[in-house]
């Protein structure tokens, strides 16, 4: 059986979302965001069998003493289609998915901690993240004659995304202009500072549970279609480059999550005209239009003349990242940042987006990582199993 048959996310929930929270840790909003999905779902701790939580999964089963219960390893959204992998082969029935970070930025460095390994290239050349990310997007101007003003507009329509949406931490700063993007500072060639994501605190949760389970929860499920992974090597430690790949072909570095996408959609059995809205990772404008292209909707090359037709705003045919993203609503570590893709997949789909709300939203293709971290990982969601 199919494992979006077998069972469903039913609960999610973010906690307050900051630049500096002050008197918390990240334990603490660990468990607060666990207990927020929790309640979402209309269940309980002790309904819990299955883990996975960043930070120490392990310290967490302990000081809620939820053992003995499945460890889920996986990372981001890829702990998404792990958790319903786990029930589906009957290692657990309700897991629970958190992620959480508070002190993390508070060194003030230039770069977030999981993207300065001490190795070569990064240590002692200054490869920080922008620089990796900005390789990538230099070589698709110079190949296809994308735009700094075409990145720019990705930028303004995810920030004012978050400039309307109350829950962002960056709520109300807007309205934003292509020209205010442009105007921002230099931080590598051709990002801006408000091109780039910004930092944060906070944590989010997600519950799934098997289908025998769903009549004992309060929330509308929402299930997993289909979903794939891309990896091309260790995030941060190497120079990123467009036309690495592997030894069977296909897809380069540059077009991550191509291949990914493909099996998402084959496994979901619909098409990219099916999908109402893109919940996609936002580390950088450029990712939007690399992505776009990747999974399909648009040619390579296309990207850029695809964004400034306005097919992502969120009146247009593809909404992308309706809450803000990590421009935006929130950038609180590793991992839930990219677990808030799918969060605000699943309030689309339930029609919980507020004042972003794509009107009758059935299918959600949410993602996370990117060229220059290269790796990508897709999924999609749906408001019925397929």
């Not at 390789?135 to 698709?140: C, K």
């Not at 996370?368 to 290269?374: E, F, M, S, V």
Request: aromatic share 8%; net charge negative.
């Amino acid at each position: 059986m199919s494992i979006h048959r077998r069972a469903a996310i039913v609960g999610v929930h973010n906690t307050q979302q900051g630049r500096r929270l002050e008197n918390v840790t990240s334990r603490g909003l660990l468990v607060q965001a666990a207990l927020g999905a929790l309640a979402d779902a209309g269940l309980a701790l002790e309904d819990i069998d299955g883990v996975n939580a960043e930070p120490d999964a392990a310290g967490l089963i302990y000081d809620l003493s939820l053992g003995p219960a499945w460890l889920g390893r996986q990372f981001g959204i890829a702990a998404v289609p792990e958790a319903i992998s786990a029930i589906e082969s009957g290692q657990a029935d309700v897991v629970l998915i958190a992620a959480a970070a508070a002190g993390v930025y508070r060194d003030r460095a230039s770069t977030a901690p999981w993207t300065r390994p001490e190795n070569e290239f990064v240590a002692s050349w200054g490869l920080f993240t922008a620089a990796e990310f900005a390789l990538v997007a230099r070589r698709h101007m110079i190949t296809y004659g994308t735009t700094p003003e075409q990145l720019a507009l990705v930028a303004a329509t995810i920030r004012n995304n978050g400039h309307y949406n109350p829950e962002a931490v960056y709520s109300g700063r807007g309205p934003f202009k292509p020209a205010d993007i442009l105007a921002s500072r230099m931080i590598a060639d051709p990002f801006h500072l408000l091109d780039c994501s910004m930092t944060s605190e906070g944590g989010c949760a997600i519950v799934v549970a098997a289908a025998g389970r769903l009549p004992d929860v309060a929330a509308r499920p929402v299930y997993l279609l289909g979903a794939g992974a891309d990896h091309f090597g260790p995030s941060y430690r190497y120079p990123p480059s467009w036309d690495l790949s592997g030894r069977r072909g296909g897809p380069v570095n540059g077009q991550v999550g191509r291949e990914a996408a493909d099996r998402a959609f084959r496994h979901a059995d619909i098409n990219r005209s099916d999908v109402d809205v893109l919940e996609l990772y936002d580390p950088f404008s450029f990712e939007i239009i690399r992505q776009i292209e990747a999974f399909g909707f648009c040619e390579p090359g296309e990207g850029g003349p695809f964004v400034a037709d306005g097919h992502i705003d969120i009146t247009g045919s593809h909404p992308v990242t309706t809450d803000g993203g990590t421009m935006a609503f929130s950038h609180a570590g590793a991992s839930p940042q990219m677990l808030q893709r799918v969060i605000r997949g699943v309030q689309q789909l339930r029609g919980q987006a507020g004042p972003l709300q794509v009107p009758d939203a059935s299918i959600a293709l949410c993602s996370g990582g990117g060229a220059g971290a290269l790796f990508n990982v897709v999924t999609i969601l749906g408001t019925e199993p397929a």
